[in-house]
T-cell receptor, first 112, second 112 residues
Framework: DVKVTQSSRYLVKRTGEKVFLECVQD?????MFWYRQDPGLGLRLIYF???????EKGDIPEGYSVSREKKERFSLILESASTNQTSMYLC???????????FGNGTRLTVT | SQQGEEDPQALSIQEGENATMNCSYK?????LQWYRQNSGRGLVHLIL?????REKHSGRLRVTLDTSKKSSSLLITASRAADTASYFC????????????FGKGITLSVRP
């Protein structure tokens, strides 16, 4: 089975801090994604990547950046955390195109 | 841009009853997928139906797709308390390397 591992289940950070959310997948998937999930808003795509060192903006990239130096690892970076970035962050991977996504268990980030 | 819209937003049924959830979308797709999310966890892929398919089964799940109406339904037969979860539809747009776009989800409660 594909395993997508997010480094933290819960994180509490202060406003203005630089925050790194790490995601690792073990099935050699080309595609990796970062979503955030908020009540009443569903899942919204932040960034995605189809290959190493490649990234594309999703629907809500403002305030975020990403890094994909190795195929199995996709990092989400909050350059200067703000309270409106308090959310559940979900990482996912897939083989190609619009094949099924495999999700990690999420990181619940609180920015105070 | 949220493509899939699920209906109803919440559904409460008795164990043993069938649960029907609907999803509508706006643009052309190459497939539609349904996912389940248990509380506080990541999403799990349930079933994928391609744009040239009309119906698909997997265990107690039955998915239909009507591309002329741009809608899909997910039927869970003989529901169990363990089916209590949020359910999301996700659409894969036509075109290479397209990303999935998720709806806001349906909360299903199955009363024992």
């Amino acid at each position: 089975d594909v395993k997508v591992t997010q480094s933290s289940r819960y994180l509490v950070k202060r406003t203005g801090e630089k925050v790194f959310l790490e995601c690792v997948q073990d099935m050699d998937h080309e595609n990796m994604f970062w979503y955030r999930q908020d009540p009443g808003l569903g899942l919204r795509l932040i960034y995605f990547s189809y290959d190493v060192k490649m990234k594309e903006k999703g629907d809500i990239p403002e305030g975020y950046s990403v890094s994909r130096e190795k195929k199995e690892r996709f990092s989400l970076i909050l350059e200067s955390a703000s309270t409106n970035q308090t959310s559940m962050y979900l990482c996912a991977s897939s083989k190609a195109g619009t094949t099924p996504l495999h999700f990690g268990n999420g990181t619940r980030l609180t920015v105070t | 841009s949220q493509q899939g819209e699920e209906d109803p937003q919440a559904l409460s049924i008795q164990e043993g009853e069938n649960a029907t959830m609907n999803c509508s979308y706006k643009t052309s797709i190459n497939n539609l997928q349904w996912y389940r999310q248990n509380s506080g966890r990541g999403l799990v892929h349930l079933i994928l139906i391609r744009s040239n398919e009309r119906e698909k089964h997997s265990g107690r799940l039955r998915v239909t797709l009507d591309t002329s109406k741009k809608s899909s339904s997910l039927l869970i037969t003989a529901s169990r308390a363990a089916d209590t979860a949020s359910y999301f539809c996700a659409t894969g747009a036509t075109g290479a390397n397209s990303k999935l776009t998720f709806g806001k989800g349906i909360t299903l409660s199955v009363r024992p």
